[in-house]
């Protein structure tokens, strides 16, 4: 098998070649047909995220053992299946989307589903190896969807800006009532907007410093759109939620420290600040109007087991979401890599390795 790994933190990712695994246990072989781009895999190759203030937060600490296969949006062909795991159902030649949000399988979060929320996670792409390759192995059946009749290059992308954007709306108790902020409106973004969409959202109000993007999203549905780079960008949200005091949800796909400001001045009171995104920085603010203002900031990392099944089951019924999928040949990984970090993808792409 070939596989494109990170070996160097910061330096360009490194084609490999490896003996193609046999499946043990409860493992799943599965030949790769889509692995999609996720800018996280930018701060994965580099190796840390940016705390702010100088600070950083070291992946290898956290675990990620290199030589690494990124690719956590993986869409693969089963292939072969360990001993344990030939009564799932699942057989030889079954196209299937894998979950990638896995965790150690033991704990009270993974009892109950939340792999997302375990302290030990195994995640593919970050903690195992994932779909950027030939082949890949996924620990257990549970972690595999099938996909029906969905385009594997539409659906990979599923596996994470799908089920993170799906996990960050579900947070929403306004959504079907009041008008939703989104930050950003890259492929995350335009993701969310279309899954808006198909929960019965009551309307969208996308943010960005680009204005092809905001074009982006105004095409694909968005109520209005506002770049944050005006002197006026608060003042612009505020008056166009509602009765004009602010947002009761804001959704911030970017997370940085102006997306972070930015939102949550955004907020109404009683409003919601979700930061999803991990772009990097840090965020002051003063204490006491948190609760004079009942306002709430919170985390959304990934989905959970139960969201995935959900936002599949939510796919089939109503359709993929529309968003603007580029297919390229694995080999163009790292062009694709520094097309991402200059900002000039529009929607997702997906990678499509030859076996």
């Known amino acids: 098998m070939r596989m494109f790994q990170v070996c160097t933190c910061g330096q360009p990712l490194q084609l490999n070649e490896a003996p193609t695994p046999e499946p043990k246990g409860t493992e799943v072989l599965l030949k790769v047909i889509a692995a999609g781009v996720c800018h996280s895999d930018l701060h994965l190759a580099e190796g840390f995220f940016d705390l702010g ?76 190896n994932g779909g950027y390759a030939t082949h890949m192995i996924v620990p257990h059946p549970r972690y595999l969807h099938d ?48 899954l808006h969409q198909k929960m019965g959202g009551h309307s969208a109000i996308v943010v960005d410093i680009d204005d092809a993007k905001l074009a982006a999203a105004k095409a694909a549905g968005a109520k209005a759109t506002v770049n944050a780079k005006a002197d006026d960008a608060v003042q612009q949200i505020q008056k166009l939620t509602g009765d004009g005091s602010g947002a009761w949800a804001v959704i911030d796909l970017v997370g940085s420290s102006a997306s972070a400001r930015l939102g949550y001045d955004s907020l109404t009171k009683g ?11 840090d965020l002051t603010v003063s204490l006491p109007p948190i609760p004079m203002r009942a306002l709430t900031i919170q985390g959304s990392y990934v989905g959970s087991q139960h969201e995935m099944k959900e936002l599949m089951e939510l796919v089939k019924q109503k359709g993929m979401p529309d968003v603007p999928v580029a297919t390229r040949p694995l080999e163009d990984v790292n062009a694709v890599h520094g097309e991402l970090r200059a900002g000039k993808i529009v929607g997702r792409v997906v990678l499509t390795p030859a076996a």
């Open 271 to 281: 409003g919601k600040y979700i930061i999803v995104g991990l772009y990097g920085g």
């Open 53 to 128: 203030g100088g600070k950083r937060m070291s992946l290898e600490d956290r675990g990620m053992k290199l030589p690494v296969t990124l690719g956590h949006e993986n869409v693969g062909e089963v292939v072969a299946l360990g001993p344990d795991a030939r009564g799932s159902g699942l057989k030889a030649g079954d196209k299937v989307l894998a979950n990638p949000w896995i965790g150690c399988g033991k704990c009270p979060a993974c009892l109950r589903g939340d792999d997302n929320l375990c302290r030990a996670m195994k995640s593919l792409g970050v903690f195992s």
């Open 147 to 194: 996909i029906g009749n969905l385009s594997p290059e539409r659906a990979a992308p599923l596996a994470c800006s799908g089920v993170t954007t799906f996990g960050a709306l579900k947070k929403v108790t306004t959504l079907k009532t009041e008008p939703t902020v989104i930050i950003g409106a890259g492929g995350l973004g335009l993701m969310c907007l279309a």
